[in-house]
């Protein structure tokens, strides 16, 4: 049992008391502290965004941060969600499958996460069910409260031991009122008590609606938002509101009454032209300072640090607003073209590059579906693209279309990205187009094809289950000396890259392939899975198995998109 403060020392770690809260061993209630988000009136608010952009103004302050998200569904990672109903599945270096908003964390943090960053109910309620089976609970009934609750406060500290962070930023998946995070609500109730005055701070992100037949602002469906967290013991600190415009002094006085705060700890968070801008929002809104003061940090700030690095920030936003002249068009093939979400970080790592190289990228969604129904013609398909991105993806639909794509980029001699997927269509073409290989095509589409050119990864074959069986996360990719890619990647010999797959190159046919011509230029070491390819005579052909996206932070664009971007400027 860990040091405690007067609270902690009423508190049993033996499960069958009632004052039941696990602690780790060292733990010291007020060396980290906590900065909680909650959202109130509905979903959508971006309290993601907000609670990052705070953690990262934070950090660029010279304190040690560290995010949470609490996710109410009960699947156990994110893994087997459906990207056109819950946007696009990130992957971390430990291999954790998970939501979009850790890929919001770590762009804007600039740093590694891991699973210990991520938890759904799913997770939480496997690891009380295993305790309870191992016996853990023996004679107990296992309840919300203490034994869920419990949990939830074990996983924060250990957090916060584990990532020796200043401040742990959670964030609390859903809208308040929802049942799938009320017991992630009551265990943050209990934390604030538990670690005392002082060490948690609760911020309310909230909704002020100005419906058009009004015209004007109201403040009604964000107070009773805020009630709602009060009628759970949760007293807000700060309260942020998003809304269309600027927010009234009359709405700020109206919350502040009505939610027991001061209207100087009531901020305005109205909609922006860019997401870059909302740590520069929390600056002038002064809730940074409002933030430090409530958890007695204050004094610790570096303000210095935080200047500098305002300042490398401020010049990207300026660039993010400033709209270039000069304009690239990448065409992204997919089935999920219907939603933005299911491609977040390949987009945001476009508009990372195009920041850099100071052009406005646009995208247009290519339907592959309609290209092989012959619908649409690829030329077609292809107008007004100046590059083309084929990006992961898993099923068959539309397969022969992008196929074609590749085909097409490549003998256009239009600058192509493949990706994972993208990687493996641009093989079938290869294949099947320039080494002869009639009806190669991948074991994921075809059972017995005549050419199994991609297939299996044999490793994958020995994983049973439906969840969490592709080969994930952080590799080291080696690249060939005096290759493109080792241009691209500043003459790096090895790098580490991220993955999620099944299949790869069948190691029968890289011989083949190599021999008319396609460079592997990165492999894994001491296997033969081939992980990068390029063409010379191109402007800009290259597939890779893993996702470059997940990596590409907005002052350091992942380095494959730049050269695309770079190429289809020309
Ligand atoms: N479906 C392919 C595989 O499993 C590609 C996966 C992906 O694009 N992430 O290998």
New binding site residues.
Partial sequence: MGAKNNILSGVSDTSSDEFYTPIPKGYEPGNTKYVITFGTVMSGLGKGIFSSSLAKVLKDKGFRVSPIKLEGYLNIDSGTLNPFRHGEVFVLDDGMECDMDLGTYERLLDINLTKDNFSTNGQLFSKILENERDGKFLGRDVQFIPHVTGEIKLMLRELAMKSKADVVFVEIGGTVGDIENSHYIEAMRELAYEEGEGNVCFAALTYIIEPDFLGEQKSKAAQLGIRNLQSRGIQPHIIACRAKNNISQGIKEKISINANIPTNRVFDMHDVDSIYLIPSKIIEEKIDFRVLKILGLEDKADSKKGLVEKKKWDELTRKALEKPKKEVVIGITGKYTKIRDAYASILKALEHSGLALGVRVKTKWIETTKIESGELSVNEAFRGVDGVII????GKRGIEGKILCAKHARENKIPFLG???GF?MAVIDYARCVCGLKGANST?FEDSPSHKVIDYLPEQLKIEGFGGN?RLGGRDVDVKKNSYASKVYDDKTCIRERF?????VNPEYIKKIEDKGLIFSGKAPNQPIMQILELVDHPYFVGVQY?PEFLSRPLRPAPLFYELVRASRK
């Fill in positions: 990006p992961g993806g898993f990706i994972c997927l493996q994921e592709m999620r797959h099944r299949y790869e996702h």
